[in-house]
């Protein structure tokens, strides 16, 4: 089944890019099945992408951060030094750096699941997304899925793409990543947001099912069918193995 469907927009290069990209799906090669997931950027890459995009003030901000955080690292106890400088980020490197400089910030502290989950609950929306984004890198193991659950529960767009990123992909059980693909759906979130799709689609029989279910109710009430959606069902169709020269049928003659 081939359906017209959205192309990503171009990456610009940016270590907020650079961040994001960790959370897209790629394209796959037609005819074959996603095995692995993508890897990530390693944070070092990351940190040199932005310290090369940052203003010298912005730079030696980020630095004091960095330095602070791995001096002071995350512990039970009251709010670190460090914690005050994610609110800060924004304004110090700007909107578009923000998410990568508190991922970083997060990284050199050494944030826990107990940190994380402190910083994710009493933090902002910002800093919300930001932690979304450092899960793959510091929590190895599902010990921070509610995390992710929660965000997936919010209507907030920029929180739900950062939720269905690498960390999602690895862990999410079945049930409640597909339900996360439907809330993309639902809420306008681009699937191209949804790390590791094509191989997380690849034959699932019961996401087609539901995503046929959901195009005929928008169709029953009139509604237009998100054209991400038919990208998405085109993707859980199993590969049919090419016939061999020998055999252009498929089968012994």
Request: with cysteine; hydrophobic share 40%; charged share 20%.
């Amino acid at each position: 089944m081939t359906h017209p469907h959205a192309t990503p927009a171009a990456s610009s290069g940016s270590a907020q890019d650079a961040l994001s990209t960790s959370s897209h799906t790629g394209r796959s090669i037609p005819g074959t099945t996603p095995t692995t997931a993508p890897s990530l950027p390693p944070l070092a890459d990351l940190r040199r992408r932005l310290t090369a995009q940052l203003g010298p003030d912005a730079r030696a901000w980020l630095k004091d951060a960095l330095d602070e955080a791995a001096a002071h690292p995350c512990a039970r106890g009251p709010v670190s030094a460090w914690e005050l400088r994610l609110a800060e980020a924004g304004r110090r490197c700007g909107a578009a750096h923000a998410d990568t400089a508190r991922v970083l910030i997060l990284d050199a502290a050494r944030a826990g699941t107990d940190t994380l989950n402190r910083v994710y609950f009493h933090g902002t929306a910002d800093e919300r997304r930001a932690v979304l984004h450092a899960l793959p890198h510091l929590v190895p193991g599902p010990d921070a899925l509610p995390l992710v659950e929660d965000a997936l529960r919010t209507n907030d767009t920029r929180l739900l793409a950062a939720a269905v990123g690498p960390y999602a992909a690895r862990h999410l059980a079945a049930h409640a990543w597909r339900h996360a693909v439907l809330k993309c759906l639902f809420t306008g979130v681009p699937v191209e947001h949804v790390a590791d799709l094509p191989r997380r689609a690849h034959g699932d029989g019961e996401l087609a099912r539901m995503l046929g279910d959901y195009a005929a109710e928008r169709t029953a009430a009139g509604r237009p069918v998100p054209g991400d959606l038919y990208r998405v069902l085109d993707l859980t169709e199993p590969v049919t193995p090419a016939a061999g020269p020998d055999h252009p049928h498929g089968k012994e003659s």
